[in-house]
């Protein structure tokens, strides 16, 4: 069986969360298993979810297009770590996000991803407008 583990950071303004899942293939279906924690704390308790079940040919969740719309946001640098990490093994990516308005961004497409395997979650809370320009502009 091949496991991935993948780890967001879902803090944005005054609420602060981080997701793991964990991702195994079995025959011909992946189980992916969520876990989550309302804060950012060293040591946090994670409450683990109902874990998802989708046929290795689905074609609702498209986390994989989620990946590709944000291979710009990669960095294999193992000594940093990304608004979204995910670990093979001992090898890990990280996706890295700039700023506030970015990780807005970033945290919509995400949260939007995961509605469709988890419609009724209350951990993915951005699925609002996307921010077309994520620059901040001040005067």
């Not at 967001?8 to 011909?28: A, N, P, W, Y």
């Not at 704390?41 to 109902?50: H, L």
């Not at 986390?63 to 093994?89: A, C, M, P, V, W």
């Not at 939007?112 to 994520?134: L, R």
Request: net charge positive.
């Amino acid at each position: 069986m091949d496991t991935i583990k993948i780890w967001v950071g879902l803090s944005q303004c005054l609420f602060q969360g981080v997701e793991k899942l964990t991702i195994t293939r079995e025959k011909d279906s992946l189980k992916v298993q969520p876990e989550f924690a309302e804060s950012m704390v060293v040591g946090a308790k994670f409450k683990k979810i109902k874990p998802v079940f989708i046929s290795v040919n689905d074609t609702t969740w498209k986390f994989n297009e989620f990946l590709k719309r944000n291979k710009n946001r990669l960095n294999l640098d193992s000594l940093k770590y990304g608004r979204l990490q995910i670990t093979y093994k001992k090898k890990r990516l990280n996706f890295m996000t700039d700023g506030l308005g970015d990780n807005a961004k970033f945290l919509i497409d995400y949260c939007k991803t995961m509605k469709n395997i988890m419609p009724d979650s209350d951990y993915h809370i951005y699925t609002g407008i996307e921010i077309e320009d994520p620059e901040l502009i001040t005067q």
